[in-house]
């Protein structure tokens, strides 16, 4: 079965330092998400991907954030200047169109800011 | 606004224990509602939702029924096996909505089952 990958599963940094997630989506797909989650609290949406541009972004996806699709095949999320209050589980998401039913998710990155 | 509560974890239950997990929610109009499970080492994948009151959701052996008047959407299962420890996120999509976007998830409730 397809799935989403997401590497790395564990990534350590330095407050200040820049960081960047990497997602594989499902091949055929063309939606593209980041979610977070806090220890402890919600998943939170970030931000969605479409046709190689933003196409809707979250309060907390400020200006430390970027997202880009470097090739036909990875699906990054960049953080500028990591905060302590940055560590947090990244997921990963792909659907083929927009249906929320159909949106399949990656295993997570745990980010740790020290 | 819109959020889904659901009770905290870890539950700790024995091999053929009927579980319930607990979510309630708070939404303007009519949301649809699901239950999200991820495995150890897996993405969150949908287990089961329900689109209108009194609709039942059903899958693996698991279940939850939308009741409006308690704004609830509990997760039950008659008998719970080893492979069903996980995790498992409450979410809803509210009525009009269907971009993944626009899902509110719970916090999630750690499950542990016994041999």
């Known amino acids: 079965e397809p799935e989403v990958t997401q590497t790395p599963s564990h990534q350590v940094t330095q407050m200040g330092q820049e960081v960047i997630l990497r997602c594989v989506p499902i091949?055929?797909?063309?939606?593209f998400y980041w979610y977070r989650q806090i220890l402890g609290q919600k998943v939170e949406f970030l931000v969605s991907?479409?046709?190689?541009?933003?196409?809707?972004k979250s309060e907390i996806f400020d200006d430390q954030f970027s997202v880009e699709r470097p090739d036909g095949s990875n699906f990054t999320l960049k953080i500028r200047s990591t905060k302590l209050e940055d560590s947090a589980m990244y997921f990963c998401?792909?659907?083929?169109?927009?249906?929320?039913?159909?949106?399949?998710f990656g295993s997570g990155t745990q980010l740790s800011v020290l | 606004g819109n959020s889904v509560t659901q009770m905290e974890g870890p539950v700790t239950l024995s091999e053929e224990a009927f579980l319930t997990i607990n979510c309630t929610y708070t939404a303007t109009g009519y949301p649809s509602l699901f239950w999200y499970v991820q495995y150890p080492g897996e993405g969150l994948q949908l287990l089961l939702k329900?689109?209108?009151?009194?609709d039942k959701g059903s899958n693996k052996g698991f279940e939850a029924t939308y009741r409006k008047e308690t704004t609830s959407f509990h997760l039950e299962k008659g008998s719970v096996q080893v492979s069903d420890s996980a995790v498992y996120f409450c979410?809803?999509?509210?009525?009009?909505?269907?971009?993944?976007?626009?899902?509110?998830f719970g916090s999630g409730t750690r499950l542990s089952i016994r041999p």
């Open positions: 991907f479409y046709n190689n541009e933003i196409s809707e």
């Open positions: 998401a792909s659907s083929p169109g927009l249906i929320n039913e159909k949106l399949f």
């Open positions: 091949s055929n797909h063309l939606y």
């Open positions: 329900a689109t209108k009151a009194d």
């Open positions: 979410a809803l999509i509210r009525l009009g909505y269907s971009s993944a976007s626009k899902i509110i």
